[in-house]
């Protein structure tokens, strides 16, 4: 099973950004425990380093719906700011949004628009005299790959399928996790006294 995470902070101050390089630091660990695989496919930078505005995770494995749900939520960091010392404030939110993976979806054969024509190589190479070369576009979304590896037609239309499908599985998650986002920022009355998990000071520590 395949699923991925999004850690996020929202408009949270940098407080919340580093509680996000915190929380993948923790996601990761516990994956690893649970031997599960993961992939940090995204990370965008804080205003600090160290610190993150969210992170994208894949997760992949038999207990990867169980692990996902246990994280599914949001998070409350108690600790006073380690950048503005003075500052009243020691609870700290950030998101944590699980959804499916995208490349579990087959792409739709009538939404491929198939062009054929002469590979380009080096030195008036035989690749060039033939119509070998395959440019499959993805209408909805306007991506388009070429490939021309093979003097196969035939083979160049199979890995131009598999290098299209990557690319609109990765443009399909970035449209998720915007819709991920603008969901998080446009609700910041989220059930911050019901926090799924509960960490505490620098060191991070989990409160069960």
């Known amino acids: 099973m395949e699923k991925l995470i999004q850690i996020t902070a929202g408009k949270g101050p940098v407080e919340c950004m580093l509680a996000v390089s915190l929380t993948l630091k923790e996601l990761l660990k516990e994956a690893v425990k649970a031997n599960l695989a993961c992939d940090v496919m995204s990370r965008v930078q804080g205003m600090q380093n160290g610190t993150l505005v969210s992170a994208l995770v894949k997760i992949n494995g038999g207990a990867a719906n169980e692990f996902c749900n246990s994280w599914n939520g949001v998070l409350q960091w108690t600790c006073k700011s380690p950048y503005r010392k003075i500052h009243p404030r020691k609870n700290w939110f950030i998101a944590v949004h699980v959804f499916d993976s995208l490349n579990a979806l087959t792409m739709n ?100």
């Open 109 to 208: 054969e009538r939404d491929i628009e198939y062009k054929t024509m002469k590979a380009t190589g080096a030195g008036g190479q035989h690749v060039n005299k033939t119509q070998s070369a395959v440019r499959a576009t993805h209408k909805p979304s306007g991506i388009s790959v070429t490939a021309m590896d093979s003097r196969s037609q035939h083979e160049n239309r199979k890995l131009a399928v598999k290098r299209l499908e990557e690319k609109v599985n990765a443009w399909q998650s970035e449209k998720l996790v915007r819709q991920v986002n603008d969901q998080w920022l446009n609700h910041q009355d989220l059930e911050r006294g019901n926090p799924k998990r509960v960490y505490r000071d620098e060191t991070f520590k989990r409160v069960k």
